[in-house]
């Protein structure tokens, strides 16, 4: 098995502060934006994207975490998942700018499960996503707006993103599957 | 989890992972719209033998709030009561396409025999059984007490080093056997309070102390006092010698109710006869759980359901 790394730790902060930059561009500032991460990484992601945003345009941004296992479409089809919590910030949902951040874009089934937990929990104005790798392979017809990383893959290819609050080091590596 | 029999077989690890999961599951309920998508396509049928409407209700809500299909069998006026098996019920549920089946039953170890005779694939939760074991009554009771305890910070933790005091009918009390068991499993102490007529008189191997003073009891500071009904068929059976000497020696009246520490927290599972084992000041009192109880039924019943019917089969 051989593992390749493909973004380090300067790559992985240059890229959160590049869409950190394009959020507010697009956004045309901080106005009624929420960031909201998907559990594990991506709310790791979305806390760092969103402390970037906030330094940047000097707005405190509210950001929180939207667990989607609940919404899943393959719950009977893999082991018991366990949820993770989802926390909203207090202004709600409503009216606002939500950009979901998750650490890789794949099938697009977790976004598409995402949006259906978002409808159920209030109704923004508009809904973006960020990813920190885009791999490919959508199943849906899902598209990010902000990528750190465009990794065109294989399937049999495995994409690990290890983050330092959780895995203690800090990188984005791809691995030749099989076995 | 295959099924929910008992709490007895539940490790530490596998009850706190539940109350877990009964915590994201009762933060959904905040939300605008509740009903979460899960178990879309499942159905799930309470089976009731024995009648029980707050039980039944709260299962009922928490599969339709998850979504899956829900279809109430009571023995009365069914099939059952004209002489039909438990075999050939739980084979005209297979047939149906059940995915669970929730049974409450007057005989102790019917879920069981259901589980373990091959006549049904579906999981099963016991919904009480007898008088042996009501698992989700206990989960609902240390996830409300864990609530209070801890609030927002709650997943993740047991209930170390509390004392619970269960109050009442033990004999005859399911809702004790599956607390003992538990709250044994989460690190809190039991101690069972009531008449020596209501008390198992071999208690051997459980891990509960016995007391036979309220007042005694009281004044060791429990951090629970858990209030089971008198159920009135009991009543003539002699157990005790009338209604109002029982309340004056075993019910939390005002007078008792004065004497608890100020973050003593006060349970019912309900139905309750106020007066009886409990006055209405102290069930009504911020300190009692009894409303919490109920919501937090749903919440728990959600997550033995998610945690049952979701997942590949395991057998």
Do not use: C
Not at chain 1, 4 to 32: F, K, M, W, Y
């Amino acid at each position: 098995m051989s593992a390749r790394t493909v973004l380090q730790h300067a790559d992985i902060s240059r890229a959160l502060t590049r869409i950190a930059h394009e959020i507010l561009e697009s956004n045309r500032g901080p106005d009624a934006l929420v960031i909201l991460g998907i559990p594990t990484r991506g709310v790791v992601l979305a806390r760092r994207v969103a402390t970037l945003v906030s330094e940047i345009s000097g707005v405190d941004v509210p950001v929180g975490s939207l667990d989607v296992t609940m919404y899943r479409d393959d719950l009977s089809r893999n082991p018991t998942r366990a949820p993770a919590p989802t926390s909203i910030p207090a202004r709600g949902l409503d009216g606002a700018t939500v950009v979901l951040v998750d650490d890789v874009l794949y099938s697009g089934r977790t976004i598409r499960a995402a949006l259906d937990a978002l409808g159920d929990i209030g109704r923004p104005r508009a809904v973006r996503l960020a990813a920190l790798v885009d791999r490919g392979h959508r199943e849906l017809p899902i598209r990010p707006d902000f990528v750190g990383k465009n990794l065109p893959s294989a399937p049999s290819e495995r994409i690990y993103v290890r983050l330092e609050d959780v895995d203690g080091e800090e990188s984005v590596t791809i691995e030749q599957g099989g076995a | 989890m295959r099924h929910l029999l008992s709490t007895r077989d539940l490790s530490r690890d596998a009850a706190i992972h539940i109350l877990d999961v009964a915590e994201d599951m009762a933060q959904t309920q905040t939300r605008e719209v509740r009903k979460l998508p899960t178990l879309r396509g499942k159905t799930v049928v309470n089976l009731f033998f024995e009648d029980s409407t707050r039980t039944r209700i709260s299962f009922e809500a928490a599969a339709k709030r998850l979504s899956a299909d829900v279809i109430n069998f009571s023995a009365k006026g069914s099939s059952v009561s004209k002489g039909e098996s438990l075999k050939d019920t739980a084979q005209t549920l297979e047939e149906m396409g059940a995915d669970a089946v929730v049974i409450r039953h007057g005989a102790s170890g019917a879920p069981h025999t259901l589980a373990a005779s091959g006549w049904i694939d579906a999981g099963i939760v016991n919904a009480g059984d007898g008088t042996h074991e009501h698992p989700t009554q206990a989960l609902l009771d240390a996830f409300t007490i864990r609530r209070r305890l801890h609030g927002d910070v709650s997943r993740g933790r047991g209930l170390d080093g509390i004392t619970v005091a269960i109050v009442g009918d033990i004999l005859h009390s399911r809702v004790a056997r599956s607390n003992v068991w538990l709250l044994s499993a989460l690190g809190a102490r039991t101690v069972f309070v009531g008449p020596p007529t209501l008390v198992p008189t071999h208690l051997d191997g459980w891990p509960a102390d016995v007391s036979y003073d309220l007042d005694a009891t009281i004044a060791a500071s429990p951090d629970v006092v858990m209030m089971l009904r008198i159920q009135t068929e009991r009543m003539n059976d002699a157990y005790f010698p009338n209604p109002r000497e029982y309340a004056r020696r075993w019910g939390l009246d005002d007078e008792r109710l004065a004497r608890l520490r100020p973050d003593t927290i006060v349970m019912h599972p309900g139905p309750m006869n106020r007066g009886l084992e409990i006055s209405s000041r102290a069930a009504d009192s911020p300190r009692s759980t009894v409303r919490e109880q109920v919501a937090n039924g749903v919440s728990a019943r959600m997550a033995v359901l998610y945690l049952l019917l979701s997942g590949e089969r395991e057998d």
